[in-house]
């Protein structure tokens, strides 16, 4: 992991605050395997940062339901790691990573690009002013698409990149373990401040996922920075 | 002092907690290490029996096992809960690859709230158990286990012991909670100078011999606790069985509360699982396997009728087959033998058919229902907490690993054997003998180790050896990663690579075989006194059919 330093370009718009934890994992890979990768360090994020539903009854009392898990084998790397078990939060992360794949694909041979998991609270603000989102815990994984030349490479590549992965599911426990700020656990009222309700089986914690291209010199090359934004409220 | 701190309804929800939260362990690791992909599903409404808000299924030989080790007992400083993953090869080779600690040291968090702040964080300490037990190298090795080799368990509590891992093991830390009773602690220690025997080293026959002598020692602790193949297993003969978790499993309904963290509505409740005892049904010889299959070649086209194998306990002489099916809406379940004889029984829902049906399986049923309760039509339905609700992933998941085939002509081996298959093991085909073959051959029965072995390792043993007869065919030809391109048929889940890995390793012809062979032979050598006499007296009869020809 780098230090929050390091993470010289998060997504513009998206300031860590000060109470931010940033974390950075780097990975190297070939362009068949960025989907994978990704959605391996995404699903395991997000393991950890989604609960069973919330029920709230009486009393200012709530109750939860349960996460079910599923182990994914991927094709382009001898890796394998657990999901939460919601079609729905798969096909989100799908749906982000394929357009960040597409977006490295079509930027040029250097194939340089960050994506971004933020989770954020919501804090409601008085009219005129608009609710602001608070982020909290910032991933951000640095992805570098390597061209390789032939298949004894890639093979090495498949076993490389699976070890590497381990790797940085290992980091990501270790970050998760340090049982740092999580928000409060919100009342009825305040829940979809905090949480994705709009899922049916599973709740994460409020979440972005945004992405951006870089050149080898680290700078933004397009500006094409596209946002998926999870929030519930429409207002 | 300590105990004043803590209100004494919280140190009873505490150590439940710890006590729950020692059994999901094992049921994590295990089933890490079953060589199948596990899956589980989500449920929105609280089932009640879903510890720590996870669908984490509860094997019951694994729980069993777990409690005997416990005895009773917490894991406190210097009495740590250990799960061993060791390795055994088919030539009765073993060695250690990870041992996972459960530990509690002194350092206590007296401002911890249990009911809420401990709780959530053990639910998030098992997260974590789910992803690691996937990055350690024994995951790839489990995922391909069953013919050269297979992994096995052991559960004991006291003091860890790391010795068998070999130098230079590492540890990875799962995770840390801190309670007002002290600190828990979740680790693995796994061994590395197996790294270079990846697992394609293992599909190559020679030059495992070499590596294996240099790393398999004796145990230097001789065991107390028997090692267990990670699989699902049957139960035993006369008919006891491994109660679900107890005969009365205690439920955690948890209520949270957002305001006061004091106000929280805690209620234990009871539910009673029966479990139907599996039926012992005919011979069977079945190696380790997670989930085993049987093989019925159709004519024209495989047919896919689940089947969940158990491994029975060769201390009766024959295995039990645990065959059943797996439940349609749950497809990991184990489902109790329903039917006698060797072929497991066609559930009622096929698991394969119209594209409705493989819908109607995935999608989440309605409400709330401990799977236990009520046996499908034509099987028993072993007791299996954390039913849920909600998909689970594709249908094809659910098949992929099921088929059956016929048993061909002059095979050597009767019609209700069955063959084991992982589809994602190479070379997974391999001929189980017949049971007196084993037991007359001297080179398959191993010599004694010194471990108290589940008696299950017997039948391992034997089939390792007598299937490396046929085995050794793959010597010559060494199949990494076999993937065809093209070749995956989303309609029926076996593809070419299987059929090929498959059909690799016919049994062989009975004919061929040396121990019949002998006996015939032996009986012809009887006979021919008494053939040469009949011929004699026929003499004439045959002199006057010569003469036909000529």
């Known amino acids: 992991l780098l230090s929050p330093q390091d993470a010289l370009s998060h997504p513009p718009g998206v300031t860590p605050a000060m109470n931010c934890r940033a974390e950075v994992l780097e990975v190297s890979v070939e362009g068949r395997q960025v989907e994978e990768a990704m959605l391996a360090v995404l699903h395991t994020v997000l393991l950890h940062r989604s609960t069973g539903k919330f029920h709230y009854k009486k009393e200012g009392t709530y109750s939860i339901g349960t996460v079910g898990t ?166 | ?106 350092k206590c968090d007296k401002e911890i709230k249990v009911s809420y702040t401990v709780y959530n964080r053990l639910s998030l300490l098992l997260k974590s158990l789910l992803a690691i037990t996937r990055v350690t190298p024994a995951y790839r090795l489990s995922r391909k286990q069953g013919h050269e080799y297979v992994i096995l368990y052991r559960i004991y509590f006291g003091e860890v012991q790391l010795s068998g891992l070999g130098e230079g093991f590492q540890t990875v830390r799962v995770g840390t909670v801190g309670t007002p009773v002290g600190t828990i602690t979740l680790s693995c220690a796994y061994r590395i100078n197996l790294a270079f025997m990846s697992t394609r080293q293992f599909e190559r026959t020679p030059p495992i011999m070499g590596i294996i002598i240099d790393h398999f020692v004796d ?58 005892p599996p039926v012992v049904t005919d011979t069977l010889k079945v190696p380790v396997m997670g989930l085993a299959f049987s093989h019925q070649l159709s004519s024209s086209r495989l047919s896919y009728q689940p089947a969940a194998l158990g491994v029975g306990s060769a201390d009766m002489g024959y295995p039990v087959l645990f065959a059943g099916g797996l439940n349609a809406a749950h497809p990991h379940q184990l489902i109790g033998p329903g039917k006698e004889g060797g072929i497991p029984p066609i559930p009622s829902q096929p698991a394969h058919g119209t594209q409705a049906d493989q819908e109607r399986m995935c999608t989440p049923l309605d409400g709330v229902h401990y799977s236990a309760a009520t046996p499908s039509s034509s099987e028993d339905t072993e007791t299996v907490s954390n039913s849920s609700e909600g998909k689970c992933g594709s249908p094809r998941d659910l098949l992929d690993t099921i088929f059956i085939r016929k048993v061909g002509a002059f095979v050597n081996k009767p019609i209700n054997q069955v063959t084991m298959a992982n589809l994602d093991i190479p070379f997974a085909m391999f001929a189980p003998k017949n049971v007196e073959l084993e037991d007359n051959d001297p080179m398959v029965n191993p010599p004694d180790s010194p471990e108290t072995e589940s008696p299950l390792q017997g039948s391992l043993h034997s089939e390792g050896s007598s299937g490396s007869s046929t085995g050794n065919t793959h010597d010559d030809f060494v199949m990494i990663d076999f993937k065809p391109a093209f070749s995956k048929d989303d309609i029926l889940p076996m593809d070419l690579g299987t059929f090929y890995r498959e059909f690799q390793n016919p049994p062989q012809l009975s004919s061929l075989s040396i121990d019949i062979g002998a006996q015939s032979m032996a009986e012809d050598l009887d006979s021919l006194p008494e053939k040469l006499a009949v011929h004699e007296k026929n003499v004439k009869e045959f002199d006057a059919f010569v003469e036909t020809l000529q």
């Open chain 1, 70 to 235: 599923q182990d994914v084998d991927c094709d382009f790397i001898d890796f394998a790691y657990v999901r939460v078990s919601s079609e729905e939060l798969d096909r989100a992360l799908r749906k982000a990573v394929g357009e960040f794949k597409d977006a490295l694909r079509n930027s040029g041979s250097d194939g340089m690009g960050q994506i971004s998991l933020e989770f954020y609270q919501k804090k409601k603000s008085r009219w005129p002013f608009s609710d602001e989102c608070i982020p909290w815990e910032l991933w951000t994984i640095k992805v570098n698409v390597v061209n390789l030349a032939n298949e004894q490479e890639r093979q090495i590549c498949r076993e490389k990149v699976g070890e590497k992965l381990c790797e940085k599911i290992i980091n990501i426990v270790e970050v998760m373990n340090r049982h740092e700020y999580l928000p409060k656990m919100p009342t009825q009222s305040e829940v979809d401040n905090v949480f994705d309700t709009s899922l049916k089986d599973v709740q994460p914690y409020l979440y972005k996922i945004s992405y951006q291209i870089t050149d080898s010199l680290g700078t933004s090359v397009t500006t094409t920075m596209r946002r998926l934004i999870k929030d519930t409220l429409a207002l």
């Open chain 2, 1 to 106: 002092a300590m105990d004043t701190d803590l209100s004494s309804q919280d140190r009873k929800d505490l150590d439940k907690f710890i006590k729950f939260f020692a059994l999901k362990t094992v049921q994590v690791i295990v089933q890490a290490r079953l060589g199948e992909k596990i899956c589980t599903r989500s449920s929105s409404s609280p089932t009640g029996s879903d510890w720590f808000n996870l669908a984490i299924k509860d094997i019951p030989e694994v729980t069993h096992e777990a409690k005997k080790a416990l005895a009773g007992q917490l894991p406190a400083v210097g009495r740590s809960m250990c799960v061993e993953i060791s390795l055994k090869t088919s030539e009765g080779d073993s060695m250690e690859l990870e041992i996972w600690c459960l530990e509690m040291n002194e």
């Open chain 2, 219 to 276: 145990r230097p602790y001789p065991s107390s606790s028997p090692m267990h193949p990670c699989n699902y297993r049957a139960g035993e003969d006369n008919g006891a069985v491994y109660p679900s978790v107890e005969d009365s499993q205690e439920v955690c309904t948890t209520s949270f509360s957002t305001s006061p963290p004091s106000q929280c509505v805690f209620t234990v409740t009871k539910a009673h699982f029966q479990t139907p």
